[in-house]
């Protein structure tokens, strides 16, 4: 089989989609066996090949404004689990680089931001569960600001979700302007890709995101590169939301200079339900009471602010709402 996409790049000379293709199922029977099942030696060939192998970056982007964000922090994986308020902005955002785990968009120790375009999304993506204390964070994207995002999308199935849209109405375009032949083995590649963002992955079986997130580095480091690609963050569609919502994921180290945070929600979760037929309900989590939203944030010192949150107020009222605590 072929090594690689690019036979030449000064002439501009690509292999044929016959042996592109048949790469490429290569890589999808590799993936589909569970990549889980190689052992360390074999992933590390299997790596070196696969970026050996798309030597090139396919990527359709756009300049995009999503209204709001949303990403929902676990205040148990900080802290040491304690149940305690999280207590830093940057607790609100991606690990430190070298300390995150492979992901849908990230290899290991390549930290990034992952959001959602809806709370709803967020809660199922990360499926908090009861008695969790939950953060969900709120924002937006700067006035002065811009977000390049290249967004998944199947070349043979329209559109997925609407944010997909500006790239696939630019595939559109470029393929009037590329030869057949290139055209057809630029589309079995996007086919892989989309493929590759839409599989199914557990939660004990990261390393099954061995091929999106090779994609995504690679993407996403063509912004330290000399060329035109400027590409900040992904978007792809929501696997757990059946593909008609969206997730972003965004270079963690350009979140706090590109978003502007809204505010924060902390609850408790009372109860949980993430079955099927509840995946589009707006009661996916029940939640105690007392809820605390903090508008009030200290960048320069990298503090949240909960003193105006009225919290203690909160408590009275509640206690003498509902006799929660018990009085001696």
């Given amino acids: 089989m072929i090594k690689q996409v690019v036979r030449d790049y000064k002439t501009h000379i690509f292999k044929n989609t016959k042996d592109v293709l048949e ?40 300049e995009t ?38 992901n849908r968009c990230s290899l290991r120790g390549e930290s990034m931001f992952y959001a959602a375009l809806n709370m709803e999304t967020a809660i199922w993506e990360t499926k908090p569960q009861k008695d969790d204390y939950i953060t969900i964070s709120e924002w937006k994207i700067k006035e002065d600001q811009k977000l390049f995002m290249h967004s998944i999308f199947h070349p043979e199935k329209t ?9 696939f109405n630019a595939y559109i375009e470029s393929k009037k302007r590329v030869q057949k032949d290139l055209a057809e083995t630029f589309e ?61 994921a965004i270079v963690n180290s350009l979140v706090l200079e590109k978003l ?5 929600k902390v609850y408790m979760v009372t109860d949980a339900n993430y079955d099927n037929p509840n995946k589009k309900a707006n009661d996916l989590i029940k939640v105690s009471p007392l809820i605390l939203t903090i508008t009030d944030f200290d960048f320069e010192n990298d503090k949240i602010d909960y003193r105006n949150s009225g919290e203690l107020q909160m408590m009275i009222d509640l206690d003498e709402k509902y006799g929660q605590n018990k009085r001696v």
Avoid: W
């Fill in 159 to 167: 559109v997925i979700n609407k944010e997909s849209q500006s790239s």
């Fill in 188 to 248: 079995e590649i996007l086919k892989f890709f989309c493929e590759e963002f839409m599989k199914p992955v557990k939660e004990d079986q990261k390393i099954n995101y061995l091929f999106s997130a090779l994609m995504s580095s690679s993407l996403l480091k063509s912004n330290n590169n000399s060329n035109d690609l400027n590409i900040e963050a992904i978007s792809y569609p929501s696997i757990k939301m059946d593909y008609e919502l969206t997730n972003i």
């Fill in 23 to 62: 790469k490429l199922n290569y890589f999808r029977q590799l993936s589909a066996d569970g990549l889980h099942n190689l052992p360390d030696a074999q992933l590390a060939s299997l790596k070196s090949e696969f970026t050996a192998f798309f030597n090139l970056n396919l990527a359709f982007f756009a």
């Fill in 260 to 264: 502007d945070l809204v505010n924060i």
């Fill in 65 to 102: 404004y999503p209204t709001k964000l949303f990403r929902l922090t676990n205040n148990k994986n900080l802290y040491g689990g304690r149940k305690v308020k999280l207590q830093k902005i940057s607790d609100l955002i991606g690990p430190p680089n070298g300390l995150s785990q492979i």
